[in-house]
Every structure is written in C-alpha cells, then in structure tokens.
C-alpha cells in the first residue's frame, strides 16, 4: 500500500501566518507514526516568487518523508529552480518538470505555469516530456501526474476563470497511456474529486486559505476567501490492486 500526502498553496510571503499554517502541517505529517511514501505540494509555494520566500519555504517542507514539489502561478521558475530546490542551474525559464520513481509507483510532476499569468498551461516540451516518462514506465507501473492548475472547470467561477487550458492536448495523451492512474493538482483553495480524461482528479485544499464556494457566500469582491478555516490536506492511498481512494484532513494550528 502507497500513501502520498498532498498539500497545496502554501503563499509564503515574509508573514508569519502562511508560515505558521505550513508548520503546523509540517509538524503533523512529521509526527504521524509511520512513514508516508511521498509529500506532494502542488504549486504557489512563494507568494511573491522571491529567493528569500523560496529559501523559508525550503526549511518549512523539510521532512523525513520524501517531499516533491511543482511549481503554480506564484511561482518564478528560475528562484524555484536555485533557492527552492537546491540547483545551481543556468537561469532558465523552462519548465521545471520532475519525475519520482518509487517502487511501485512514479510520480511525473508537470509545469502549468505560464510566467506572469495566472491561468495555467501545459507547454508542447512539457507534454512530451511526460510522454517519455510514461513510456519509459511498465504499464503494470500505475503513475501520478501532478500539476498546479486543475484541467477542468470546478464550478466556481473565480478559479475557472484561470484554470488550465489547451487541456484536451493532455487528455490525448492520457489516451495513450492506460497505466496513467489520476492527477493530482491544486490551485483551487478548496478540496474537490472529478474525473478528466476518465481518471480521477484530485484537488488537494488549501495551506493557507479555503475557497468559499459560489453557495456559500455573497457575491463580493473578497467574498470568496476564507481566511478562518484550519490548514488542510489530502491522502492517497493506492492499493495493492491499483485502486486509489483519497482522506482529507483539516489540521489543528491552534498554539
């Protein structure tokens, strides 16, 4: 059996309360009894995309557990790359994809950011690049795709409008590889499970804010973010045969 937390948005931007939420998740997957296979965040772990957030941010998601991390719209590529994940990189702008191969199961982690914008896009190099990967992979291998920005709509209308687009050029890739088990994203501020491309997609909540969703609240400019809701995450657990079922967990940040 594998379990992968996942988190999301964690916003470090130089304050003390994105920080605190990050650690008071950080500290309870550190003080679970077991170890977890993997801890994925997916994206808009900078507010700002600043070195100095980058380098917090890195302290923070330390852990004993191996910890994957793909970048979302708040996010810079190159600050991510050399303060984020340790790399002393020429400074490109290029996508920053990753690949995590585990026994039993890969994680491929895709670049939807589109720098200075706040929708999302798989670029061509990055869908061939998870092309290879799922080539590469058995097919008696199940893999993960994970990525920041969710590929369809989620019915509420201010992530919808900055969602990820050109999706249907993923989906057809996704045709082609059967062993390509769900995507993991985030994003969205609130958890949420749909299906694109006849697998499951998995939203993990927001670190740092929850979304209001349209129902819940007054048509106002701020009205959708909810800055009162504990920090939250997601499990998933794959089984022995292949079937992935998903936990979320509010976590107590009370001191």
């Known amino acids: 059996m594998t379990v992968i937390a996942h988190l999301s948005d964690i916003h470090i931007d130089g304050?003390?309360?994105?920080?605190?939420?990050?650690?008071?998740?950080?500290?309870?997957?550190?003080?679970?009894?077991?170890?977890?296979?993997?801890?994925?965040?997916?994206?808009?772990?900078?507010?700002?995309?600043?070195?100095?957030?980058?380098?917090?941010?890195r302290a923070l998601l330390k852990s004993r557990h191996p910890v994957l991390i793909c970048p979302g719209n708040h996010d810079e590529?190159?600050?991510?790359?050399q303060s984020l994940l340790g790399r002393p990189e020429p400074a490109a702008a290029?996508?920053?994809?990753?690949?995590?191969?585990?026994d039993g199961?890969?994680?491929?982690?895709?670049d939807s950011s589109v720098p200075g914008k706040g929708e999302g896009f798989i670029e061509d190099e990055t869908l061939e690049w998870l092309d290879g990967v799922l080539?590469?992979?058995?097919?008696?291998?199940?893999?993960?795709?994970g990525f920041h920005h969710p590929p369809?709509?989620?019915?509420?209308?201010?992530?919808?409008?900055?969602?990820?687009?050109?999706?249907?050029?993923l989906a057809a890739l996704a045709g082609r590889h059967p062993h390509l088990a769900?995507?993991?994203?985030?994003?969205?501020?609130?958890?949420?499970?749909?299906?694109?491309?006849?697998?499951?997609?998995?939203?993990?909540?927001?670190?740092?804010?929850?979304?209001?969703?349209?129902?819940?609240?007054?048509?106002?400019?701020?009205?959708?973010?909810?800055l009162d809701q504990p920090p939250a995450l997601a499990f998933h657990v794959l089984d022995d045969e292949g079937r992935l079922t998903t936990h979320y967990r509010y976590v107590d940040n009370r001191s």
């Open 105 to 110: 199961f890969v994680i491929a982690l895709c």
């Open 152 to 169: 369809v709509p989620l019915h509420t209308p201010y992530v919808d409008g900055i969602r990820q687009f050109g999706e249907e050029r």
């Open 77 to 81: 590529r190159v600050a991510f790359r």
């Open 182 to 226: 769900a995507f993991l994203c985030g994003h969205a501020h609130t958890p949420a499970a749909t299906t694109f491309a006849g697998r499951p997609l998995l939203v993990a909540p927001g670190v740092v804010s929850t979304l209001r969703l349209p129902w819940e609240h007054l048509a106002d400019p701020e009205g959708h973010v909810h």
């Open 94 to 102: 290029t996508p920053v994809n990753q690949v995590h191969r585990a």
């Open 135 to 145: 080539v590469r992979t058995p097919v008696e291998v199940p893999v993960l795709v």
């Open 15 to 57: 304050g003390q309360r994105s920080v605190e939420r990050t650690r008071a998740v950080m500290d309870y997957l550190e003080d679970l009894p077991h170890d977890l296979d993997a801890v994925l965040v997916t994206g808009d772990i900078a507010d700002h995309g600043l070195p100095s957030e980058y380098e917090q941010a």
